[in-house]
Nanobody
Framework: AQLVESGGGLVQPGGSLRLFCAAS????????MRWYRQVPGKEREWVAF????????YYADSVKGRFTISRDNGKNTAYLQMNSLKPDDTAVYYC??????????????WGQGTRVNVSS
């Protein structure tokens, strides 16, 4: 079971990127999806959440109104649309799939990360 992120890259401030999180070896259909990001030397920061049916979403205040999490369970893929990007959004972005019933000790499945660099 693995998650593979893609879609990162270099973008100018104010630009947009769409990140992809593709699952293989298991289905995302019944799992919560989360996106996180991490800057070297800092703790990993939660960015966005989506429930299995897509009916509930939450966002960190720092990205609210600019980022949109979505999923296509038929394609076994989750997405993070990032608009109005700022230099502070520069980080490695990770997706995570985890059962809603998982206990606190269950990390779920993590991807390897995709790097986003917002710079002029």
């Amino acid at each position: 079971a693995q998650l593979v992120e893609s879609g990162g890259g270099l973008v100018q401030p104010g630009g947009s990127l769409r990140l992809f999180c593709a699952a293989s070896g298991f289905t995302l259909r019944m799992l919560d999806m989360r996106w996180y990001r991490q800057v070297p030397g800092k703790e990993r920061e939660w960015v966005a959440f989506m429930a299995p049916d897509g009916g509930v979403t939450y966002y960190a205040d720092s990205v609210k109104g600019r980022f949109t999490i979505s999923r296509d369970n038929g394609k076994n893929t989750a997405y993070l649309q990032m608009n109005s990007l700022k230099p502070d959004d520069t980080a490695v972005y990770y997706c995570n799939a985890r059962s809603p019933e998982a206990n606190d000790g269950d990390p779920g499945v993590w991807g390897q990360g995709t790097r986003v660099n917002v710079s002029s």
